[in-house]
């Protein structure tokens, strides 16, 4: 069954939660300071079905708001949510203040279909009563309850009358009402927090998309805390979950009311963040002062509410202050963390006295930290206001450079499915590196620094035989996904080439000057020839034509090749000269499987002073186990 979500608006005392009531026989004022006052202080529910034209059912739930001007912010916390409205007027008393603002919020909230209802209508004689039928008609006309595609229906809650044909036209502008989006990421704006007795902590709100089951887990935002849904509720009625349009309560697992409040919302686990910013384009009631920069506001978007700051980034006139009827870009600064994402609507109201003023659409929940130039600023929220899926992902990930971005914070950045972020991702004309996607702009640009960092390192350490993967890594300041794509596709199209964790240009390996190589022969052959009796490596050095920064770096050559291996800080081998001693440690194991440090300095001729650290090295390469004094033979 299709589920539309009406709310009321209007004046106070203009007979709204009658006209609920009326129509679906439920009160909507539960408080009993609503009941002893007869006014409504806060939002109420009522549920009623109707059928639809095509002879199929209609589920409504209506969310009844107050009309004191005092609590239009429990108005706001209600009218969030809705699908179409019902513009509520008195016939004894017409447009009021109220209902002014009222709509103007409507408005603001980029509500699409809505009737006009005018109650009390027994109050007054019909002559009374088409004058303020031509005055009402004058006000909506050019919105989107101008009587031209919107009906107008006067009715009277006490007598019944009208009550037929409001039902027939809320069923026939329900029917045309785009249903929500059941299989989108969930997310349910906390109206109201209680304990039931014998279930516990219960929640009630609008789900205003996906689909909410029995048994799962879901994430409370801004706090993070993970709760089960113990059971669900649509409309009063035990389900097994809730859709996106319904009037939902949640009885929750692994939390208590002082946990939650109104204004906290409940989504799908692992996908979305909280912000204390956004990107929006900020829109200004003709009716309001100009708008300076910088200016505190209280922020309203579904139930939540905070205190914000609002950066214009620039006015249509190019000034830092947007006039009465304008509308700009502009950062909103949050008092305290929200959830909002991409497409939210909200109002905002002046900070004193409290009026609305204005209010407009999240286009960036996640705005760029750093500092920004005006104009890339607002280039980038023209793509989100007015790009397609594909080039709104491509901004978003150009934007991010090199760090590029990850295929799974795609939903929650962009407010989509996760199959829509993978498809979208497809087909983006983006460059993946794993699950991570980086502009084919960054990309190529990330690909000659690499080659460059290259560059420099080979010309500042011509007697080394690479750069480390690590450091490269490093200097070109890359996550790993990125940067080991960037190295397979340099080495696809040969410009660079790996040996092991070693990276180098081609045709860039140690290049030695004469005096270099000749140097670097006696090294190798003064080891070479030594056999396991080796020289100090300082010896060796001292005799050489090149200087000692030079020899080092031939020397650190010579180890890294495994030409030469170091054993201890004094002692240093020709690699030969251990592999003869792996040969002769397996023959002896045929005529004893152990040796202690005396058979071990009879066998090699060497003293105690190479024994030593050469048994110590035979037992890190596992060739030996010591065992006490003695080494056993593996």
Sequence with gaps: MKSVIVGTAGHIDHGKT????????????????EKRRGITIDIGFAHLELPAPDGSRIRLGFVDVPGHERFVRNMLAGVGGIDLVLLVIAADEGIKPQTREHFDICRLLAIQRGITVLTKSDAVDPETLEVVRLEVEDY??????????????????????????????????????????????????????????????????????????????????????????????????????????????????GVSTEDLARGMTLATTDTFRSTLRVDALLSLLP?????????????????????????????????????????????????EPMLLLPGDRFVVRQFSPVVTIGGGVVLDASPATRKQRVEDATAFLRIMRDGSPEQVLAARVARRGAIGLRVADIPGEMNIERKEAANLAAAAGLVWCNQVLVAPAAFAEVKTDALQALKKFHDANPLVAGMSKEELRDRANLGPEVFYTVLGKLAEEKKLEIAGELVRLPGRGVVMKDEEAESKKIIEQAFASAGLKVPSLKEVLAGLKVDTVRAQKIVTLLLRDKVLIKISEELVFHQSALMDLRHKIAAFKNTAPKIDVARFKDMTGVSRKYAIPLLEYLDRERVTRRVGDERVIL
Excluded: C
């Design 287 to 335: 009716s309001a002062k100009p708008f300076k920069d910088g200016a505190r506001v209280h922020f309203h978007a579904y139930t939540a509410e905070t205190i914000a700051e609002a950066r214009l980034y620039s006015s249509k006139h190019g000034t830092k202050q947007l006039k009465p009827g304008d509308e700009a870009y502009a950062q909103l600064r949050f008092a």
């Design 140 to 253: 909506v006309r050019g919105s989107f309850l101008d009587p031209a595609k919107s009906p107008m229906v006067a009715v009277s809650s006490l007598t019944g009358a009208g009550l037929d044909e409001l039902k027939s036209a809320l069923a026939q502008i329900a029917s045309e009402v785009a249903a929500r989006n059941s299989a989108a990421l969930a997310r349910l704006p906390i109206d109201r927090v209680f304990t039931m007795k014998g279930f516990g902590t219960v929640v009630t709100g609008t789900l205003v998309a996906g689909t909410i089951r029995k048994e799962e887990e879901l994430e409370v935002f801004p706090s993070g805390k993970r709760v089960r849904v113990r059971g669900v509720q649509v409309h009063g009625s035990p389900a097994e979950a809730a859709v996106a349009g319904q009037r939902t309560a949640l009885n929750l697992a």
């Design 18 to 33: 009658a006209l609920v009531k009326a129509l679906t026989g439920i009160d909507a004022d539960r408080l009993e300071e």
